[in-house]
């Protein structure tokens, strides 16, 4: 008799939840945190070339030389920092938590945040710690610092701004927490480009500040590029658990002459930015609607029922992210991605008449 996956998988991973993407045909897609906006055509036109010459019968540079070297420039990496690259965010964080998985060590993060720590943490059969926010979502510090002195994390999470709140935690804090941390802190910088702070400039004060950054947000979702720089004692041990060509030919090819081609990328954040402002004074004006500031891509905001909301919203073809279940202090919570102008107003009218 052949085994079953009962008799074989772990037990924790047998508990797990698959990660879910609904499906999005035909609807106004506010859910991801995507970039709304095409590239502009003659960037388009630039990549159709990029990809006629790639040579799809040959692997991709294992390396990513070139990609590195753009990388470096256009998002003013230090000379001294090591880069890793990785397929998106997620791998990074499995890289990560796979090289410090030793027995009893443990990952700790706030809640709410990017879900992916925690489940990564299982993956890797690491320990994981979540320490609240305050109500208001700041960042209670007192409360990290005690966590890290009993806890001793190898590994320290934080998103910066935070996902799925959108607030920016104070740097003050932020350096607070790497000068207690044993171990390195993470810095997640996947919506710096909609914030206008990082930490990057700051990787030479502090040897355990590791940054991590995804050009999916700023609009190359499709490609699933990110990269972390920090020492490169650090990014040295990481790289060998990165997996030989996760970078494929196409994304290393495409995502080099994108970055060289200027600040388009830049200009379109700049415009979410200001649509960001205005869907939030927006929902600010509805009554029974928290709205909760935000300085990434997104909205989160609290409904009298978020279940109802998000059902009302999806048979209208608009489709958010409905975070009721997913943390205690996220109830009756949506979070909305800012997109077109158009799409924006859509959303905001199908709410009023819901409300």
């Known amino acids: 008799m052949s085994a079953s996956p009962q008799d074989l998988v772990r037990p924790d991973v047998m508990a797990l939840s698959a990660y879910h993407v609904p499906p999005a045909t035909g609807m106004i897609k506010l859910d991801a945190m995507e970039n709304p906006y095409r590239l502009p055509e003659a960037l388009r036109d630039v990549v159709s070339d990029v990809a006629h010459g790639v040579s799809l019968n040959r692997y991709p540079d294992a390396s990513c030389t070139k990609l590195k070297s753009v990388l470096r420039e256009s998002m003013q990496i230090p000379e001294s920092a090591g880069i890793v690259v990785g397929n ?116 030479a004060e502090f040897p355990n500040l590791v940054v991590m950054r995804t050009l999916s947000k700023l609009g190359l979702a499709a490609l699933r590029l990110g990269y972390m720089a920090g020492a490169k004692a650090w990014m040295d041990e990481f790289e060998k658990l990165r997996l030989p060509y996760n970078i494929n030919t196409m994304t290393q090819a495409i995502a080099t002459r994108v970055l060289e081609a200027g600040d388009a990328l830049q200009e379109q954040a700049e415009i979410i930015v200001a649509e960001r402002a205005r869907v939030y004074h927006e929902l600010a004006g509805l009554k029974g609607v928290k709205a909760f500031r935000s300085q990434a891509n997104f909205v989160l905001l609290r409904v009298p029922d978020a279940v109802q909301v998000f059902n009302g919203l999806k048979a209208r073809q608009i489709l958010v992210k409905n975070l009721h279940a997913a943390h205690p202090m996220l109830e009756n919570c949506i979070r909305v991605t800012i997109g077109t102008p158009a799409e924006n107003d859509a959303f905001l009218n199908v709410l009023s008449e819901l409300l």
């Open 88 to 203: 998106g965010s997620d791998e990074l964080i499995q890289i990560i938590a796979m090289a410090l998985a030793k027995p009893g060590a443990t990952i700790l993060s706030i809640e709410p945040s990017f879900v992916m720590y925690r489940m990564i943490a299982t993956f890797c059969g690491m320990r994981y710690v979540g320490v609240p926010l305050r109500e208001d979502f700041s960042l209670d510090v007192p409360a990290v610092l005690a966590a890290i002195e009993q806890e001793k994390p190898a590994v320290l999470f934080i998103a910066y701004p935070n996902n799925p709140t959108g607030n920016l935690f104070a740097s003050e804090d932020i350096v607070a927490i790497l000068q207690a941390a044993p171990g390195i802190v993470v810095i997640d910088e996947a919506y710096t480009p909609f914030a206008g702070k990082s930490f990057m400039s700051r990787l």
